[in-house]
């Protein structure tokens, strides 16, 4: 079955220091990948997403994400965090069996460290 | 522009209760969705639809049903509230297909006693 994976479930890391999420995912055509941020008490919003092309793709808030067909990755990066990038991260692909759906990874809680 | 509102914000209910939830978009969207979120388990989807009139059962339909009268709006009830449905809620909507990003509300913070 069609699935993503988050291997960390949380991760700290200190102000200044360079960020790598991990997402897995298994689908069998090129999937539809996306990126979502979870700040506390909020809504999820879109970060960046990935269809086709250019598999590197940059977002918003200096996050990019690159697509590697050979890994099943989609690993979300970002040079240097900043406080208030704590929050949680969500990986997620669109779901092949039904073009109005998608699935969601368990998501990576970001903890920074002052 | 609001996007995507959501009311009520925090409910609390007793066992054998009933609410319902609204959800309201203002971006035209086709697509509504209706998704719960518990610890560790990231985002499930309960019900969503695909326009005006039509609905369908996501993942973790059970005790839940819904109803979009409206394009704009997207309505979850709960006829008879337990405490495993104690949760956060979070609706979402999106123009045509899943190739497209989902606009999220900030959610509603349900908590059944």
């Known amino acids: 079955a069609q699935s993503v994976t988050q291997p960390d479930i949380h991760i700290t890391v200190s102000e200044g220091a360079s960020l790598e999420l991990r997402c897995n995912y298994s689908y069998g055509a090129t999937p539809y990948l996306f990126w979502y941020v979870q700040s506390p008490g909020q809504g999820l919003q879109l970060l960046l997403k990935?269809?086709?092309?250019?598999?590197l793709v940059q977002g918003i808030k200096g996050f990019e994400a690159e697509f590697k067909r050979s890994q099943s990755s989609f690993n979300l990066r970002k040079p240097s965090v900043h406080w208030s990038d704590a929050a949680e991260y969500f990986c997620t692909v669109g779901d092949y069996s039904s073009a109005s759906k998608i699935i969601f990874g368990s998501g990576t809680r970001l903890s920074i460290r002052p | 522009n609001a996007g995507v509102t959501q009311t009520p914000k925090f409910r609390v209910l007793k066992t054998g209760q009933s609410m319902t939830l609204l959800c309201a978009q203002d971006?035209?969207?086709?697509?509504m969705y209706w998704y719960r979120q518990d610890p560790g388990m990231g985002l499930r989807l309960i019900h969503y639809?695909?326009?005006?009139?039509?609905?369908a059962k996501g993942e973790v339909p059970d005790g839940y049903n819904v109803s979009r009268l409206k394009k704009q709006n997207f309505l979850l009830g709960l006829e008879s509230a337990a405490p495993s449905q104690t949760s956060v809620y979070f609706c979402?909507?999106?123009?045509?297909?899943?190739?497209?990003?989902?606009?999220f509300g900030d959610g509603t913070r349900l908590s059944i006693l």
């Open positions: 990935y269809f086709s092309g250019d598999t």
């Open positions: 639809s695909v326009g005006e009139g039509t609905t």
């Open positions: 971006m035209n969207h086709e697509y």
């Open positions: 979402a909507s999106s123009v045509v297909g899943n190739n497209q990003p989902q606009h």
